[in-house]
């Protein structure tokens, strides 16, 4: 069975600065997605950014992007000069390809920007 | 607004009760996935439907079922309520090659 281990319960940073969040998993499948997701106060679950396994390019959005390293099973997110509305909880997921392509979530990491 | 519309938003029920949350999925999406988020199990696959068919099953109770109906709406039924069933439930749609969009949730409170 697929697992996601997010060992940080929480972090902080200052606004304007840059923070990485750190994810590790396990699978025996080679080909597969990961994600992150963002779920402020409002409860709302927001899909900040996907990594395709067999895509050596990290993903990038705007000011996010990962640090994907497939062999040690790694998979973090920097945010780039962090603003006050990125304070949330952020959870690492996996899924596998094909059709039964349940999320599995690692139990999140609660990050507040300092202003 | 991800597309995917879940009612209610909030439901307070009494323990031993049955209530029933509602999804629509976003336009074209034949996928279905349900999730329990709690504080103390984290977010949990329950079930995922496709196209009227039950795809996939994680750690649902027997007390709880589900259903998608041909317009690919999908309601989850919750039975005899426990304390313990309060928690957030999301609705999510696409999967596949496409990534899962979340609906706002439903706020399940047993008193």
């Known amino acids: 069975a697929q697992t996601v281990t997010q060992s940080q319960p929480e972090m902080s940073v200052q606004e304007a600065e840059t923070v990485t969040l750190s994810c590790t998993y396990d699978t025996s499948e080679s080909d597969y997605y990961l994600f992150w997701y963002k779920q402020p106060p409002s409860r709302q679950m927001i899909l900040v950014i996907r990594?395709?396994?067999?895509?050596?390019q990290n993903a990038t959005e705007n000011r996010f992007s990962v640090n994907f390293q497939k062999a040690a099973k790694s998979f973090s997110l920097k945010i780039s000069d962090s603003q006050l509305g990125d304070a949330a909880m952020y959870f690492c997921?996996?899924?596998?390809?094909?059709?039964?392509?349940?999320?599995?979530f690692g139990k999140g990491i609660t990050l507040s920007v300092r202003p | 607004d991800s597309g995917v519309t879940q009612t209610p938003k909030h439901l307070i029920t009494a323990t031993g009760q049955r209530v029933t949350l509602r999804c629509s999925p976003r336009s074209g999406d034949l996928s279905v996935y349900w999730y329990q988020q709690s504080l103390d199990q984290g977010l949990q696959f329950l079930i995922q439907y496709y196209n009227g068919e039950e795809r996939a099953k994680g750690n649902i109770l027997e007390r709880f079922s589900a259903q998608q109906f041909p317009d690919l709406h999908s309601e989850l039924n919750l039975s005899s309520l426990e304390l313990g069933d309060s928690a957030l439930y999301f609705c999510?749609?696409?999967?596949?090659?496409?990534?899962?969009?979340f609906g706002d949730g439903t706020r399940l409170s047993i008193l």
């Open positions: 999510a749609s696409g999967g596949g090659d496409q990534p899962q969009h």
């Open positions: 990594q395709e396994a067999y895509k050596q």
């Open positions: 997921a996996y899924t596998s390809k094909g059709a039964n392509s349940k999320l599995t």
